[in-house]
């Protein structure tokens, strides 16, 4: 296993991070139900995806770059739903390759993204944590968020049904 990364860069997110992105992401749908997406996204999907985001404001999509210019993780704050109301709620989450996870990649993306929303007077974070995963809770705890609900086995993958917990963050 490689040795984990001591040195990366937390910067906003570029259209040449894409295929990084991608590659992390498209990891996590294959083999976990951490994401819903039962089949991998192409280049297409991320770059309608990545006009979503801005360097100001609460849709902000940040990435741990590693030596090389390497994607170690990204982190991002989208819409919670689409409609006005819901307009100073965000959902908010993160990946790290799988080879460098568990490490601090996660928090050293975590934090900047968290204080930006409180910059941008988000009023809640919310992130969707399907069920279980002690560790992703564990994490989402250490930032202060806490499980307000559950909808039990909501999604269907791997062909088991899933629950998916709802964690928010008072901003």
């Not at 991002?76 to 989450?93: G, L």
């Not at 460098?100 to 975590?110: A, D, E, P, T």
């Not at 499980?147 to 928010?168: A, I, M, N, P, S």
Request: aromatic fraction near 12%; glycine fraction near 10%; charge should be positive.
């Amino acid at each position: 296993m490689p040795r984990p990364e001591t040195h990366c860069a937390v910067r906003p997110g570029r259209e040449g991070d894409l295929a990084g992105i991608a590659a992390i992401y498209n990891h996590f749908i294959e083999t976990t139900a951490i994401s819903f997406n039962l089949e991998p996204v192409d280049m297409a999907e991320r770059q309608a995806w990545f006009a979503g985001f801005a360097e100001r404001g609460p849709h902000r999509l940040l990435v741990a770059e590693g030596a090389g210019g390497s994607v170690l993780g990204f982190a991002h704050s989208a819409p919670f739903r689409s409609k006005a109301a819901y307009c100073r709620s965000v959902e908010v989450t993160v990946y790290v390759h799988p080879e460098r996870g568990r490490g601090r990649i996660g928090s050293l993306l975590y934090a900047p993204l968290i204080a930006a929303l409180r910059e941008a007077g988000m009023h809640r974070a919310y992130a969707l944590i399907a069920k279980p995963n002690s560790a992703s809770e564990a994490f989402h705890a250490r930032f202060g968020f806490r499980e307000v609900g559950v909808l039990t086995e909501v999604g269907h993958k791997f062909g088991r049904y899933w629950d998916v917990g709802y964690w928010q963050l008072a901003l």
